[in-house]
Each structure stands twice: as C-alpha cells, then as structure tokens.
C-alpha cells in the first residue's frame, strides 16, 4: 500500500480540511479514515482535537483514504479513544489535517487555528490513556462538582473535605490527572480557551470541561483549606501543586467570555513554563487568543512582526514579539521577562527567550501585591518607541534613553531554594549598613564615625538602613510594617518570593537593592525612559547587554526625570544625566 499525498489548499481562502473517523466496535481494530476538503466560511459541522503529540520516533500506521499514514503512538490512542462504535465522527486534527511537511500550508492553517477551534461543535481534549487512577479522578470530579456547585461557604467547604481528607487514593488520583503532560502544552491554552463546549477525555472515559473549570476555580478560591486537608501520599503530586495550569486556561476562558482577553506580554509570562516541540510555538500559540493594545477594544495581537511563520528562525520571531510589544505598548515591560544567559543562538540580550522558564518572580508583580512601580514617568513617554527606537544598521541593536543611576560594588551571595535564610539575612544585613548616608538623629556622618551595627543610622531617603534594608528584601511591596502577627506573616512571604535566584547589592554611592543571581560587580543600575522598574546593564565593548530587572531602593517611584540634555537634581553628592544606551 503507498504512503498518502495531500491534495493543495487554496492559501487565499479559508479552506481546511476534516477527517472522517469510521466507526469500530472493538477498540482494537485498525484506524479507517478519510480526509475532506471544506471551507470555515461553509461553517461545517465537526469537532477539534486537543492531544500531546507524544514522542515523533514512536509511530503506529493507520489507513488514510486507503493509503498508508504513520502517527505518533499518542495520536493512535486518542483516535481510538475518541472513535464511535456504530456513527462516523468528523474531527480536526493538526497531524493529519495539515501537510507538515509544507511550512506555507502549515504557516496558512496556524493563522486560521483559532478560529478553527472556535468553530468547532466542540473540542475533544484527550489526556491520555485510561488508567485505574484517571477513572477514580474523574469520578471523583463528577462528584466534586455536584457538592462544590451547592457550597456557598468556606466552612462549607471545610466540613466537605473533612470528609473526605482520609480518601488519599481519590486525591492522588486527581493529583495524577492534573499532572498529565497535556496540561503544560502550549497550545492547549487556546484550544481551550476559545471552545463553545469540551469534553476532556481519559481514555474513552470523559467529563465535561465545565467540571474541570468549576474544579480549579473552587481549589483556587479556597487553596488553604485544600492545602490543610489533602491527605499526604508520600512522594505522589499533590492537588495543590498541579491545578494551576489548568486554572489559568479557565481564568482567561472566563476572562474572554468577558469580553476581556488577556494582554499578550501577560499570557506570555503565564504561558512560560508550557511546552512545545517547537519553540516558535511558545509565541504562535497564544498570538490568536491575546490582545496587545493598552487602550482601545480588546483585538487580536497583530501587526508585521507578529506574522506566523514557520519559514523564520526562533531568533526572529522572539525578536518581532519584543519590538511588536514595545510599539504596541509604548512602555518597556516586555524586557521585564528578559533573564541573562550566554546566547549562542541570535538572540540579543533584550528579546526575552521565551523557550526558558524563568528562574525567579517578576518584580513588577501587581495581581498579586497591587502595587505598581514607575522608575521612569511610562505614561508620558507612551508610543514614543515606533520608529526610533531600532538601529537601521544593525537588526539586533536596541536604542533607548536612561539614566545610570550608579555601579553595583558589592554583591552579596544569591539565594537559591533551600538556602538558609539566616545565614544569609546576617551576610545581606552586614552590606546594608555601609548605605549609611546620616547619624540617627540626622545629622551628617564624620570621617572615622563608627556605623552603628543595628542599623539605626540613616539610608539617603531619610529611612533607617534597617526599614531600607527590610523593604528592599521584599521589593518594597508592602506599605504597613506594623509589629502585628498578620504583618509579619505577609512580608515574610512578600519576602520568600522577592529574594529567590537573586541577590542583594551595593552600589559605590551607597544605594542597595535586589538584582540577579547573575549581577557582577562592575554592572551599572539604569532607569531606562519607559520603564517602570530599573534594569543592571553590562557594559561589553561599544554596547551594553541587558542582565534583569532589578530593585533598588528609592528609585522605584519616578524619582528620576528623563529628559535628553537636562541634567537631574543633585542627589547623594553627585548629577545624573540622561543618555543613550544601546543594547544587544
């Protein structure tokens, strides 16, 4: 029997095609299918699949119009998952529907993917095969969702999962579902998310997705009590730990239905830690679902350096997506999510790598702490970017206007999880006390004063180091430091989340602050114009490479006025002027 050859689609047009699943009654008989060629704008009548490809090397052979047509062993099982007993079943699936081997055709169907699953009667997310775990866990959803949906109470609740706390094999068993594979892939963010209705399959076992949703919204809503009851199974995933990408497709779901669509800067950063075979789709896959506009009706993400194309390198598409966010946004926040790695790949050190997790939390962080930095005055230098800001010379320069506050001469040792806090607040404490700007009561320091050791002399705003340094150590988050048991238990975590993969500084002026683990002494502290939090920039022949963002404590609130040619009131003994930073 020879292999399949795909018959062209009209790249004008919104043709697709469709494949039609026959029917078997035993799960073990061969996969018998068609393909159709139709069009969106004939609005056919079909449903879309939402699967992990699985391993490429690992192939199963299925009958294709009476050709031959290799699928990954994934693909294989979820066909037969899915496959009716006695009716055909139409479906959607990009491996089979969409000629990989032609990147136009490819790059053509990509950009109509969201509508393709927006059309869809509904999408089919398959998870996996049946295990005796995923058919307990999703029992135990049916379940859940006929409580959760009558509970109105936390000590509703409670009293819900007391009963069920000494059910460990039930909560492992969903803790194993949500921790499948398909919740960490790329695309299954907008497949989901743009679905008139779904239904999420384990094996040929399935659930609506509505259950999920009601699931996750529930856990997040009362995520302490979840965390106090759920009983432990040893070294299993718990609950807890793995619903969050399954909330997050249901949040920005719910947030759509809206009429609200995430920013696409902000579902990048969600999105981070997902998956993909190619890393191109870390960025394709959530263009379709996101707007990009600050102002204005909520809009698909689009624009020239937005075009999906399979035919660019990764370099070029994680470059369109920086410069597309900079003159959509008019503000500098993408390079916010820039972290410093030796780049051997095109990729300048102001594209964020999207392919890579960060390593630590954004320090501009306000769904969580609702606080909101301004280094630099953002909204007066609003869409002054476009057409200025990159080098007609050189496609990896970044041109920008700052100011270099001052240059890091002190570095304490980088927190990394599980360190030993104490040791390292002494070590971080014992750097804090050379900012010392003033006596305690004020008045200025002499040569050879001694600096008193419980940090009671004065930081440069006025502060004493100790209330300086304690508010740099959780970037300043939050503004009541009250001695109370709820203040104390707030900044330490405030804390534990500011100071992770990062360290605290000293600068030769006597500034401090947080910076990346992967700060040296030498790189300077700069507010660029545009940008609401200070960035430590290193200097590498005729131009400066982008490390992080960093804190540094009282600059954080548009003390610095960035003006071409105007120079900045004194501070700390010195001038700071604004200049032009070019970045690779």
């Not at 759509?256 to 830690?273: D, K």
């Not at 870390?282 to 624009?303: C, I, M, Q, R, W």
């Not at 594209?351 to 960060?358: N, V």
């Not at 290193?538 to 954080?556: A, I, N, P, Q, S």
Request: some cysteine; hydrophobic content about 35%.
């Amino acid at each position: 029997m020879d292999s399949y050859s795909y018959s062209p689609l009209d790249p004008t047009s919104r043709q697709i095609r469709l494949l039609v699943l026959r029917p078997a009654l035993r799960r073990s008989a061969s996969i018998q299918c068609n393909l159709i060629q139709t069009s969106l704008d004939d609005n056919p009548t079909y449903e879309a699949l939402s699967y992990t490809w699985g391993d490429p090397r690992i192939t199963r052979t299925i009958n294709l119009d009476g050709h031959n047509f290799l699928v990954t062993e994934n693909l294989d099982d979820a066909l037969r998952d899915i496959r009716h007993r006695t009716s055909k079943r139409t479906v959607w699936v990009d491996a089979v529907c969409v000629n990989q081997a032609d990147v136009p055709e490819r790059n053509h169907q990509v950009r109509q993917m969201r509508h393709i699953y927006e059309m869809a009667q509904q999408v089919l997310v398959w998870l996996g095969g049946e295990t005796a775990d995923s058919v307990k866990a999703l029992n135990f959803i049916k379940e859940f969702n006929t409580k959760a949906t009558r509970m109105r109470s936390a000590d509703e609740v409670q009293s819900y999962l007391t009963g069920h706390s000494t059910d460990a094999g039930a909560w492992a068993a969903l803790a194993a579902v949500l921790n499948r594979p398909c919740w960490t892939r790329a695309w299954i963010f907008q497949e989901v998310m743009v679905a008139s209705k779904a239904e999420v399959y384990c094996g040929r076992q399935s659930v609506p997705w509505d259950l999920f949703s009601t699931l996750a919204f529930t856990l997040d809503k009362y995520e302490d009590l979840f965390r106090l009851h759920e009983p432990s199974s040893g070294s299993a995933p718990r609950v807890v730990g793995n619903y969050h990408h399954l909330y997050n497709i249901a949040l920005f779901q719910r947030q759509r239905l809206m009429g609200a669509p995430p920013l696409l800067l902000e579902t990048l950063q969600i999105r981070r830690s997902s998956l993909s075979t190619d890393p191109r789709d870390k960025v394709f896959a959530v263009v379709g679902v996101s707007k990009d506009n600050l102002v204005g009706l909520p809009k698909p993400a689009e624009g020239p350096q937005l075009q999906l194309d399979y035919s660019k390198a990764v370099s070029e598409v994680y470059k369109g997506v920086t410069r597309h966010l900079i003159n959509k946004t008019g503000n500098l926040d993408v390079l916010c999510a820039c972290q410093y790695t030796p780049r051997d790949d095109g990729l300048p050190s102001w594209a964020p790598d999207w392919s890579k997790a960060r390593t630590n939390g954004p320090i501009q962080n306000p769904d969580q702490w609702g606080h909101l930095y301004s280094a630099s005055d953002v909204a007066s230098t609003m869409f002054l970017f476009y057409g200025r800001t990159w080098s007609d010379e050189d496609d990896d320069a970044l041109r920008l206007q700052g100011v270099c506050i001052d240059t890091i001469e002190q570095l304490g040792t980088s927190h990394t999880y599980g360190a030993d806090w104490a040791d390292l607040n002494s070590e971080w404490g014992r750097l804090s006390l050379t900012c010392t700007s003033a006596r305690p009561d004020g008045t200025a320091m002499a040569m050879g004063d001694e600096i008193p050791s419980d940090g009671t002399s004065l930081y440069f705003t006025g502060q004493s180091v100790a209330e300086a340094y304690g508010r740099t150590c959780m970037l300043d988050r939050l503004a009541d430091l009250e001695d109370t048991e709820e203040s104390r238990w707030k900044a330490a975590l405030a804390r534990v989340e500011a100071i992770e993969n990062r360290r605290f500084y000293v600068t030769r002026e006597g500034f401090m602050g947080l910076g990346p683990s992967e700060a040296q002494e030498g790189d300077v502290v700069c507010v660029l114009q545009g940008a609401h939090v200070p960035f430590v920039l290193r200097k590498v022949e005729d131009h400066h490479v982008l490390v992080e963002e960093c804190y540094l404590h009282g600059f954080m609130n548009g003390e610095v006025d960035i003006t071409v040619g105007d120079e900045w009131e004194e501070i700390h003994g010195g001038k700071l002027q604004s200049q032009e930073f070019i970045l690779k």
